[in-house]
Protein backbone atom coordinates (compact mmCIF):
# COMPACT_ATOMS: atom_id res chain seq x y z
CA UNK A 1 0.00 0.00 0.00
CA UNK A 2 1.60 3.30 -1.18
CA UNK A 3 0.27 6.63 -1.75
CA UNK A 4 -2.27 6.95 -4.39
CA UNK A 5 -0.87 6.68 -8.11
CA UNK A 6 -2.72 9.95 -9.62
CA UNK A 7 -2.32 13.10 -6.65
CA UNK A 8 -5.83 14.07 -5.61
CA UNK A 9 -5.76 17.38 -5.39
CA UNK A 10 -8.72 18.18 -3.41
CA UNK A 11 -7.58 16.01 -0.95
CA UNK A 12 -3.73 17.44 -0.78
CA UNK A 13 -5.72 21.06 -0.42
CA UNK A 14 -7.27 19.77 2.30
CA UNK A 15 -4.63 18.00 4.21
CA UNK A 16 -2.75 21.37 3.47
CA UNK A 17 -5.44 23.37 4.99
CA UNK A 18 -6.09 21.07 8.25
CA UNK A 19 -2.37 21.12 9.03
CA UNK A 20 -1.88 25.00 8.48
CA UNK A 21 -4.78 25.04 11.11
CA UNK A 22 -2.94 22.33 13.45
CA UNK A 23 0.51 24.83 13.38
CA UNK A 24 -1.49 28.10 14.03
CA UNK A 25 -3.76 27.05 17.06
CA UNK A 26 -1.26 23.91 18.63
CA UNK A 27 1.03 25.04 21.97
CA UNK A 28 3.00 22.75 23.48
CA UNK A 29 5.24 21.68 21.09
CA UNK A 30 5.87 18.21 19.12
CA UNK A 31 3.95 15.88 20.68
CA UNK A 32 1.02 18.07 21.83
CA UNK A 33 1.39 18.27 17.80
CA UNK A 34 0.72 14.72 16.69
CA UNK A 35 -1.52 14.66 19.32
CA UNK A 36 -3.77 16.96 17.79
CA UNK A 37 -2.46 15.32 14.51
CA UNK A 38 -4.33 12.60 15.79
CA UNK A 39 -7.52 13.86 16.85
CA UNK A 40 -8.63 15.72 14.09
CA UNK A 41 -7.08 13.03 11.43
CA UNK A 42 -7.99 10.04 12.99
CA UNK A 43 -10.84 11.45 15.08
CA UNK A 44 -12.83 13.53 13.04
CA UNK A 45 -11.69 13.36 9.51
CA UNK A 46 -11.28 9.67 9.60
CA UNK A 47 -8.31 9.50 7.25
CA UNK A 48 -6.22 7.29 8.76
CA UNK A 49 -6.67 4.68 11.11
CA UNK A 50 -6.27 5.14 14.51
CA UNK A 51 -3.98 1.83 15.21
CA UNK A 52 -1.66 3.44 12.08
CA UNK A 53 -1.83 7.10 14.08
CA UNK A 54 0.08 5.92 17.24
CA UNK A 55 2.16 3.32 14.88
CA UNK A 56 3.48 6.97 12.94
CA UNK A 57 4.09 8.61 16.19
CA UNK A 58 5.97 6.03 17.78
CA UNK A 59 8.40 6.24 14.82
CA UNK A 60 8.68 9.92 14.16
CA UNK A 61 9.56 10.04 17.64
CA UNK A 62 12.42 7.89 16.68
CA UNK A 63 13.65 9.53 14.25
CA UNK A 64 16.78 12.53 14.25
CA UNK A 65 14.48 15.79 13.99
CA UNK A 66 10.94 17.71 14.89
CA UNK A 67 8.67 15.36 15.87
CA UNK A 68 6.06 17.76 14.75
CA UNK A 69 7.68 17.70 11.28
CA UNK A 70 8.05 13.80 11.00
CA UNK A 71 4.74 13.02 12.25
CA UNK A 72 2.96 15.47 9.78
CA UNK A 73 5.17 14.30 6.77
CA UNK A 74 4.60 10.44 7.29
CA UNK A 75 0.91 10.93 8.35
CA UNK A 76 1.13 13.29 4.87
CA UNK A 77 2.81 10.77 3.07
CA UNK A 78 -0.11 7.64 4.19
CA UNK A 79 -2.65 9.93 2.82
CA UNK A 80 -1.72 11.41 -0.04
CA UNK A 81 1.75 10.19 -0.81
CA UNK A 82 4.76 12.44 -1.59
CA UNK A 83 2.43 15.45 -2.45
CA UNK A 84 0.63 14.84 0.69
CA UNK A 85 4.00 14.73 2.16
CA UNK A 86 5.06 17.78 1.35
CA UNK A 87 1.96 20.04 2.24
CA UNK A 88 1.66 18.43 5.63
CA UNK A 89 5.59 19.32 6.16
CA UNK A 90 4.93 23.03 4.52
CA UNK A 91 1.50 23.39 6.54
CA UNK A 92 2.84 22.56 10.27
CA UNK A 93 5.75 24.80 9.40
CA UNK A 94 4.25 28.37 7.48
CA UNK A 95 2.30 29.15 10.81
CA UNK A 96 5.17 29.25 13.14
CA UNK A 97 7.77 31.31 10.45
CA UNK A 98 5.28 34.20 10.17
CA UNK A 99 4.28 34.05 14.14
CA UNK A 100 7.75 33.86 14.75
CA UNK A 101 8.69 36.36 12.44
CA UNK A 102 6.78 38.87 14.05
CA UNK A 103 7.02 37.37 17.81
CA UNK A 104 10.84 37.73 17.40
CA UNK A 105 10.88 42.01 16.37
CA UNK A 106 9.08 42.46 19.79
CA UNK A 107 9.81 39.58 21.99
CA UNK A 108 11.10 41.27 25.24
CA UNK A 109 7.94 42.87 25.47
CA UNK A 110 6.05 39.96 24.62
CA UNK A 111 7.46 37.21 27.23
CA UNK A 112 6.88 40.70 29.81
CA UNK A 113 3.65 41.34 29.06
CA UNK A 114 1.01 40.03 32.01
CA UNK A 115 -1.68 38.93 29.39
CA UNK A 116 0.43 37.01 27.37
CA UNK A 117 1.31 35.07 30.27
CA UNK A 118 -1.89 34.73 31.91
CA UNK A 119 -2.91 33.28 28.60
CA UNK A 120 0.13 31.01 28.98
CA UNK A 121 -0.65 29.86 32.20
CA UNK A 122 -4.23 28.64 30.60
CA UNK A 123 -2.62 26.84 27.61
CA UNK A 124 -0.32 25.19 30.39
CA UNK A 125 -2.91 23.78 31.86
CA UNK A 126 -4.92 22.81 28.45
CA UNK A 127 -1.80 21.10 26.79
CA UNK A 128 -1.31 18.87 29.78
CA UNK A 129 -5.20 18.17 29.60
CA UNK A 130 -5.38 17.43 26.31
CA UNK A 131 -2.42 15.25 26.74
CA UNK A 132 -3.45 13.62 29.31
CA UNK A 133 -6.89 12.91 26.98
CA UNK A 134 -4.66 11.59 24.58
CA UNK A 135 -3.20 9.19 27.08
CA UNK A 136 -6.61 7.68 28.28
CA UNK A 137 -7.91 7.09 24.86
CA UNK A 138 -4.63 5.71 23.29
CA UNK A 139 -4.02 3.69 26.53
CA UNK A 140 -7.21 2.18 26.07
CA UNK A 141 -6.31 0.99 22.43
CA UNK A 142 -2.39 0.10 22.96
CA UNK A 143 -2.87 -1.49 27.13
CA UNK A 144 -4.63 -4.57 25.69
CA UNK A 145 -2.58 -7.16 27.93
CA UNK A 146 -0.53 -7.59 30.72
CA UNK A 147 3.19 -7.33 28.75
CA UNK A 148 1.58 -4.00 27.24
CA UNK A 149 0.80 -2.70 30.73
CA UNK A 150 4.14 -3.41 32.05
CA UNK A 151 5.76 -1.99 28.99
CA UNK A 152 4.11 1.32 29.54
CA UNK A 153 4.83 0.98 33.40
CA UNK A 154 8.63 0.60 33.44
CA UNK A 155 8.78 2.76 30.44
CA UNK A 156 7.27 5.64 32.52
CA UNK A 157 8.97 5.21 35.75
CA UNK A 158 12.55 4.90 33.63
CA UNK A 159 11.93 8.18 31.61
CA UNK A 160 10.91 9.97 34.80
CA UNK A 161 13.75 9.04 36.74
CA UNK A 162 16.35 8.21 35.24
CA UNK A 163 16.29 11.21 32.38
CA UNK A 164 17.06 8.26 29.74
CA UNK A 165 16.64 9.22 26.04
CA UNK A 166 13.55 8.35 24.81
CA UNK A 167 15.19 7.09 21.88
CA UNK A 168 16.64 4.24 24.28
CA UNK A 169 13.29 3.68 25.29
CA UNK A 170 11.51 2.86 22.12
CA UNK A 171 14.31 0.71 20.56
CA UNK A 172 14.04 -1.46 24.17
CA UNK A 173 10.32 -1.42 23.62
CA UNK A 174 10.77 -2.43 19.76
CA UNK A 175 12.85 -5.50 20.49
CA UNK A 176 11.70 -6.61 23.73
CA UNK A 177 8.06 -6.46 21.53
CA UNK A 178 9.68 -8.40 18.91
CA UNK A 179 11.55 -10.79 21.34
CA UNK A 180 8.06 -11.95 23.07
CA UNK A 181 6.27 -12.06 20.18
CA UNK A 182 8.42 -14.26 18.21
CA UNK A 183 8.99 -16.19 21.36
CA UNK A 184 5.21 -16.62 21.31
CA UNK A 185 5.15 -14.91 25.24
CA UNK A 186 2.48 -12.06 24.43
CA UNK B 1 23.69 33.44 5.64
CA UNK B 2 24.70 29.65 4.02
CA UNK B 3 26.14 29.02 7.45
CA UNK B 4 22.93 30.00 9.20
CA UNK B 5 21.44 27.21 7.44
CA UNK B 6 24.12 24.49 7.71
CA UNK B 7 24.11 25.03 11.44
CA UNK B 8 19.98 24.56 10.98
CA UNK B 9 20.27 21.99 8.77
CA UNK B 10 22.90 19.79 11.26
CA UNK B 11 20.59 20.29 13.84
CA UNK B 12 16.90 19.04 12.24
CA UNK B 13 19.80 16.11 11.35
CA UNK B 14 21.42 14.99 14.26
CA UNK B 15 18.64 15.51 17.02
CA UNK B 16 16.32 13.13 18.25
CA UNK B 17 13.49 13.42 20.42
CA UNK B 18 13.01 16.77 19.12
CA UNK B 19 12.45 20.19 20.18
CA UNK B 20 13.70 20.10 23.56
CA UNK B 21 16.55 17.77 22.85
CA UNK B 22 17.67 20.24 20.27
CA UNK B 23 17.71 23.64 22.39
CA UNK B 24 21.99 22.48 24.02
CA UNK B 25 22.93 22.24 20.38
CA UNK B 26 21.13 25.53 19.40
CA UNK B 27 23.14 26.99 22.15
CA UNK B 28 26.06 25.43 21.45
CA UNK B 29 26.44 26.32 17.41
CA UNK B 30 24.75 29.95 18.18
CA UNK B 31 26.93 31.06 20.86
CA UNK B 32 29.76 29.26 19.61
CA UNK B 33 29.16 31.13 16.18
CA UNK B 34 29.15 34.31 17.97
CA UNK B 35 25.39 34.78 16.48
CA UNK B 36 23.70 35.06 20.39
CA UNK B 37 24.42 35.46 23.59
CA UNK B 38 23.78 32.83 26.00
CA UNK B 39 20.66 35.43 27.73
CA UNK B 40 19.31 35.54 23.86
CA UNK B 41 19.25 31.63 23.73
CA UNK B 42 17.63 31.45 27.48
CA UNK B 43 14.66 34.38 25.58
CA UNK B 44 14.30 31.28 22.19
CA UNK B 45 13.42 29.08 24.69
CA UNK B 46 11.17 30.84 26.40
CA UNK B 47 9.63 32.66 23.52
CA UNK B 48 9.58 29.11 21.32
CA UNK B 49 7.24 27.67 24.16
CA UNK B 50 5.08 30.67 24.60
CA UNK B 51 4.54 30.37 20.86
CA UNK B 52 2.41 28.02 18.66
CA UNK B 53 3.64 25.33 16.44
CA UNK B 54 6.61 23.32 16.76
CA UNK B 55 9.49 24.27 19.38
CA UNK B 56 12.67 23.59 16.94
CA UNK B 57 10.95 25.68 14.17
CA UNK B 58 9.79 28.84 16.57
CA UNK B 59 13.41 28.45 17.57
CA UNK B 60 14.93 28.50 13.86
CA UNK B 61 12.60 31.30 12.74
CA UNK B 62 13.22 33.34 16.31
CA UNK B 63 17.39 32.88 15.72
CA UNK B 64 17.34 33.44 12.17
CA UNK B 65 15.48 36.36 12.47
CA UNK B 66 17.22 37.94 14.96
CA UNK B 67 20.47 37.48 13.31
CA UNK B 68 19.66 38.36 9.86
CA UNK B 69 16.14 39.26 9.33
CA UNK B 70 13.47 37.73 7.46
CA UNK B 71 15.60 36.15 4.86
CA UNK B 72 17.78 34.66 7.81
CA UNK B 73 14.42 33.29 9.47
CA UNK B 74 13.30 31.49 6.22
CA UNK B 75 17.17 29.89 5.94
CA UNK B 76 17.04 28.86 8.88
CA UNK B 77 13.99 27.50 9.22
CA UNK B 78 14.17 25.54 5.48
CA UNK B 79 17.51 24.39 7.30
CA UNK B 80 15.65 22.78 10.26
CA UNK B 81 12.69 21.09 8.49
CA UNK B 82 14.71 19.60 5.14
CA UNK B 83 16.42 16.83 6.66
CA UNK B 84 13.88 15.81 9.00
CA UNK B 85 11.22 16.05 6.08
CA UNK B 86 13.34 14.26 3.79
CA UNK B 87 14.32 11.42 6.26
CA UNK B 88 10.75 10.90 7.08
CA UNK B 89 9.41 10.66 3.50
CA UNK B 90 11.89 7.91 3.15
CA UNK B 91 11.74 6.08 6.53
CA UNK B 92 7.67 6.07 5.40
CA UNK B 93 8.36 4.59 2.14
CA UNK B 94 9.89 1.98 4.07
CA UNK B 95 7.56 2.03 6.93
CA UNK B 96 4.58 1.41 4.99
CA UNK B 97 5.52 -0.98 2.33
CA UNK B 98 6.70 -3.20 5.74
CA UNK B 99 4.30 -2.61 8.04
CA UNK B 100 2.25 -5.90 7.92
CA UNK B 101 5.40 -7.76 8.60
CA UNK B 102 6.85 -9.79 11.90
CA UNK B 103 9.60 -8.34 12.25
CA UNK B 104 7.67 -4.61 12.01
CA UNK B 105 4.81 -6.11 13.89
CA UNK B 106 6.66 -7.66 16.35
CA UNK B 107 9.02 -4.20 17.35
CA UNK B 108 5.41 -2.19 17.05
CA UNK B 109 3.85 -4.26 19.45
CA UNK B 110 6.49 -3.04 21.98
CA UNK B 111 6.91 0.45 20.85
CA UNK B 112 2.98 1.52 21.06
CA UNK B 113 3.08 1.29 24.86
CA UNK B 114 6.70 2.54 25.02
CA UNK B 115 4.86 5.74 23.14
CA UNK B 116 1.90 6.38 25.51
CA UNK B 117 4.41 6.68 28.42
CA UNK B 118 6.43 9.17 26.54
CA UNK B 119 3.15 11.18 26.19
CA UNK B 120 2.18 10.54 29.67
CA UNK B 121 5.81 11.70 30.84
CA UNK B 122 5.14 15.19 28.71
CA UNK B 123 1.41 15.46 30.51
CA UNK B 124 3.29 15.16 33.93
CA UNK B 125 5.65 17.81 33.04
CA UNK B 126 3.03 20.27 31.45
CA UNK B 127 1.30 19.36 34.51
CA UNK B 128 3.74 19.93 37.10
CA UNK B 129 4.77 23.30 35.77
CA UNK B 130 0.92 24.66 35.61
CA UNK B 131 -0.64 22.49 38.53
CA UNK B 132 1.64 23.10 41.25
CA UNK B 133 2.46 26.40 42.81
CA UNK B 134 6.30 26.52 43.56
CA UNK B 135 6.17 26.22 47.15
CA UNK B 136 3.56 23.17 46.64
CA UNK B 137 -0.18 23.43 46.74
CA UNK B 138 -2.73 23.52 43.58
CA UNK B 139 -2.88 26.45 41.28
CA UNK B 140 -6.55 26.35 41.57
CA UNK B 141 -7.31 28.43 38.06
CA UNK B 142 -5.10 26.12 36.46
CA UNK B 143 -6.46 22.88 38.15
CA UNK B 144 -10.35 23.90 37.14
CA UNK B 145 -8.73 24.62 33.47
CA UNK B 146 -7.06 20.71 33.68
CA UNK B 147 -10.09 19.56 34.56
CA UNK B 148 -12.38 21.41 32.35
CA UNK B 149 -10.11 20.59 28.84
CA UNK B 150 -9.72 17.00 29.89
CA UNK B 151 -13.58 16.78 30.60
CA UNK B 152 -14.39 18.17 27.24
CA UNK B 153 -11.92 16.23 25.25
CA UNK B 154 -12.43 13.17 26.76
CA UNK B 155 -16.14 12.81 26.50
CA UNK B 156 -17.02 15.76 24.26
CA UNK B 157 -14.86 15.52 21.88
CA UNK B 158 -14.41 18.88 21.56
CA UNK B 159 -11.65 19.94 18.64
CA UNK B 160 -8.72 21.14 19.64
CA UNK B 161 -9.12 24.73 18.33
CA UNK B 162 -11.81 24.82 20.90
CA UNK B 163 -9.55 23.77 23.70
CA UNK B 164 -6.85 25.91 23.20
CA UNK B 165 -8.79 28.96 22.53
CA UNK B 166 -11.06 28.24 25.95
CA UNK B 167 -7.47 27.50 27.96
CA UNK B 168 -5.86 31.15 27.03
CA UNK B 169 -9.28 32.47 27.97
CA UNK B 170 -9.46 30.68 31.24
CA UNK B 171 -6.31 31.62 31.63
CA UNK B 172 -7.15 35.32 31.39
CA UNK B 173 -9.79 34.99 33.39
CA UNK B 174 -7.62 33.96 36.33
CA UNK B 175 -4.56 35.39 35.98
CA UNK B 176 -5.09 38.63 33.89
CA UNK B 177 -3.61 41.90 35.89
Known amino acids: ?186 | MLRLFFIFFRIGLFSIGGGYAMIPLIQQDLVGAGYMTLTEVTDLVAISQMTPGPIAVNAATFAGMHTMGVAGAVVATLGVVLPCALISVVVARFFFSRMDSALVQGALYGMRPVVVSLIAGAMLTFAVSSLLMPGGGLEAGAAVIFAGVFTLALVKETSPAVLFLLSALAGLAFYAP
Open chain 1, 1 to 186: MDGPKKPDWRLIGELFLSTLKIGLITFGGGLAMVAVIEREFSGKKKWIDPDEMIDIIAVSQSLPGVIAINGSVMTGYRIAGVAGAAVAALGVTIPSLVVLMFVTLFYRQFRDNPWVNAAFKGLSAGVAALLASVVVRMGKRVLKDVWTVLFFGAALVISLYSGLHAIWLILAGGVLGYAFKRGGVA
